[in-house]
C-alpha cells in the first residue's frame, strides 16, 4: 500500500491550487494510488543565489528557481519568469500545469518552470544580461537540449533566451540553439513563435464562438494583460473581425465601448514601455475589466484573479484563459454552477506557445527550417484535435471542461510512468 506524501516544499496558495485540480482529476478516472503521488509531486528542482553587479559597483544577490515536475514523458519544457513575486510554490504549480498541458497537446515533454525574484523593470539592460546570463551559469548541469527546454514567460523574452543560449553554448563549447526556445530568429529561433501563444488563444476562442454560433463581427473581447501573449491575442482577434472593447496592464486598465485601435495601443506600448495614459480609451480599473460585459473575457496576465469574490459578477460567455492558472478552485465551482459561461481552460486555451516551442526544438535538432504559414498550419492541426479530444471526453464521462483536458494530459502521464515502471 502506498503512502501518501505531503510536500512542505512547494507551500503556498497556487500549489495547493494545482494540488487541488490534481486530485479532483485523479479522483475522476480512478488513478491508483500507487501511481498518484508520483504523478502529482515535481520530480525535483534547484534553487540558486545569483550575484550581479550593478551598474553603480554595488553587488545584488538575487534568488532562481527550477522545478521539472515531470521526466518520464520527455525532456522537461517550460518557461522562465522574472517577478518580483515570484515563490518556489508557484514555479511548482506551473510545472505542474506544464505537465498537463504538454500530456494533452499530444507533445513528448514533460513539464517544468524557472523563475527569479526580481522587479526585471528596476534593472538596467546591462543588468539584466548579467542575471540571465548568471542564471543560465547556475543550470547549466540541470537542463540541456535533452534534459530540460526553458523558454520566455512573464517578465522574459526573446533577447533573454538569446543571451541565455549564448551563455550555455560558451559552456559547452559549441553553439546549442536546441537549448531554449523563444529566441531571435537569427539564431535559431522559429517563425511564428513570437506570437503563438496568443494566435492559439484567438484561434480556439474563434472555434468556440463557431461552435456557439456567435459571428465574430458581433464578438466583443476584455483583455486583461497585454504583454506578449495578452497583445498578440488581442492583435489576432481583431484580424478576424471582433472588437477589443478592454485591454490593461499593472498600471492600468482602458475601456472603449467603440472599440480599441490595437495597433494604435502596440505603438503607444512601444514608446512608453506601460499603458498608462493610454489616450485611445477611459482609464478603468483592472477589477472593473474583468466584470465588464462582454462576450469573450481573456485573463492573460498572472494567476488567481478570477476569485469567489468576482466570479458571481462575470458578465461574459467565454472565460479563455490565456494566463495559467487564472480561475481558483472556489471560482470555479461558482462558474460551474452558473452555467452560462463557456471556459477554455488554460492547459488547453495557451498551449500555442509550448506547441511552436517544439518546432522550434525540432527545427533547431535538425537544423532544418520552416515558413511561418508550415508553422502556423501545423500549430492549429493540433489544437483542432487537442480540442476535439476534450469534447469527446467532456461529452463522454459528462466532465466540465477543465476536468476533461487535465484527466487527459494527467492520465497520458500516469500511463507513461506505468509503462516505464519503477527504477529501483
Not at 479522483?27 to 525535483?44: F, G, H, M, W
Not at 531554449?180 to 472555434?207: D, F, H, M, N
Request: hydrophobic fraction near 40%.
Amino acid at each position: 500500500m502506498s503512502k501518501a506524501i505531503v510536500s512542505t516544499l512547494y507551500d503556498s496558495d497556487v500549489f495547493k491550487m494545482a494540488c487541488r485540480q490534481f486530485d479532483k482529476a485523479a479522483d475522476a478516472i480512478n488513478l491508483p494510488e500507487a501511481i498518484r503521488d508520483r504523478t502529482k509531486y515535481p520530480r525535483r528542482c534547484l534553487a540558486v543565489s545569483l550575484p550581479v553587479k550593478r551598474d553603480d559597483g554595488s553587488v545584488t544577490v538575487f534568488e532562481g528557481y527550477r522545478v521539472q515536475h515531470n521526466l518520464s514523458t520527455g525532456p522537461a519544457k517550460g518557461g522562465i519568469r522574472f517577478h518580483q513575486h515570484v515563490t518556489l510554490g508557484e514555479v511548482g504549480a506551473l510545472a505542474m500545469w506544464m505537465s498537463w498541458k504538454c500530456s494533452l497537446v499530444g507533445l513528448p515533454y514533460g513539464g517544468a518552470k524557472g523563475g527569479v525574484i526580481v522587479d526585471p523593470s528596476k534593472l538596467s539592460e546591462t543588468e539584466l544580461e548579467h542575471l540571465s546570463r548568471r542564471y543560465m551559469q547556475e543550470m547549466v548541469n540541470f537542463i540541456g537540449p535533452h534534459t530540460d527546454v526553458p523558454a520566455p514567460d512573464v517578465g522574459t523574452n526573446e533577447k533573454i533566451m538569446g543571451w541565455m543560449m549564448d551563455t550555455y553554448s560558451n559552456h559547452v563549447g559549441h553553439i546549442s540553439p536546441a537549448i531554449v526556445t523563444g529566441k531571435p530568429i537569427a539564431i535559431g529561433g522559429s517563425q511564428g513563435r513570437r506570437e503563438a501563444t496568443g494566435a492559439g488563444v484567438a484561434y480556439l476562442v474563434k472555434k468556440y464562438l463557431t461552435d456557439m454560433k456567435i459571428p465574430l463581427p458581433k464578438t466583443t473581447v476584455a483583455i486583461q494583460g497585454f504583454g506578449n501573449v495578452g497583445s498578440e491575442t488581442a492583435l489576432a482577434l481583431s484580424n478576424y473581425g471582433a472588437k477589443i472593447i478592454a485591454i490593461s496592464d499593472y498600471t492600468g486598465a482602458f475601456y472603449n465601448a467603440q472599440g480599441i485601435d490595437i495597433r494604435r495601443a502596440l505603438k503607444y506600448l512601444q514608446y512608453q514601455k506601460v499603458l498608462h495614459d493610454f489616450d485611445g480609451a477611459e482609464p478603468i480599473s483592472n477589477e472593473q475589466l474583468l466584470e465588464l460585459k462582454c462576450t469573450v473575457l481573456v485573463p492573460a496576465a498572472l494567476e488567481r484573479v478570477v476569485t469567489d469574490k468576482n466570479a458571481k459578477k462575470l458578465k461574459c460567455r467565454v472565460l479563455a484563459e490565456a494566463a495559467n492558472g487564472p480561475t481558483t478552485n472556489a471560482a470555479d465551482k461558482i462558474i460551474e454552477a452558473r452555467g452560462d459561461i463557456e471556459i477554455i481552460p488554460d492547459v488547453l486555451c495557451n498551449s500555442g506557445g509550448v506547441i511552436v516551442s517544439y518546432f522550434e526544438w525540432l527545427q533547431n535538432l535538425s537544423n532544418f527550417y520552416w515558413s511561418r504559414d508550415e508553422v502556423m498550419q501545423k500549430l492549429f492541426a493540433i489544437l483542432d484535435k487537442a480540442k476535439d479530444s476534450v469534447e469527446a471526453q467532456k461529452k463522454k464521462f459528462q466532465f466540465s471542461r477543465r476536468l476533461a483536458a487535465l484527466t487527459l494530459g494527467i492520465q497520458r502521464v500516469a500511463d507513461a510512468k506505468q509503462s516505464r515502471g519503477l527504477f529501483p
